[in-house]
C-alpha cells in the first residue's frame, strides 16, 4: 500500500507536492518533537513559519 502512495506522488500532479518535517521542542516535557505534512510547493514557507 505504501509503495503505490509513492508511486502516485511521482507521477503527474503529485510532483506538485513536498513532505516537510519540522522539529520543534515541546514546551511541556522540553523534548524535541517532529510535525509531518505533506505540503503543496505553494504553502511550504507559511508551514514553516506557523507555529
Aim: glycine share 6%; charged share 35%; with cysteine.
Amino acid at each position: 500500500m505504501a509503495k503505490k502512495v509513492v508511486a502516485s506522488l511521482k507521477t503527474g500532479s503529485g510532483k506538485t507536492f513536498t513532505k516537510c518535517i519540522k522539529m520543534f521542542k515541546s514546551e511541556k516535557s522540553g523534548s524535541y518533537q517532529f510535525k509531518e505534512e505533506i505540503v503543496h510547493n505553494d504553502h511550504i514557507k507559511d508551514f514553516f513559519t506557523k507555529k
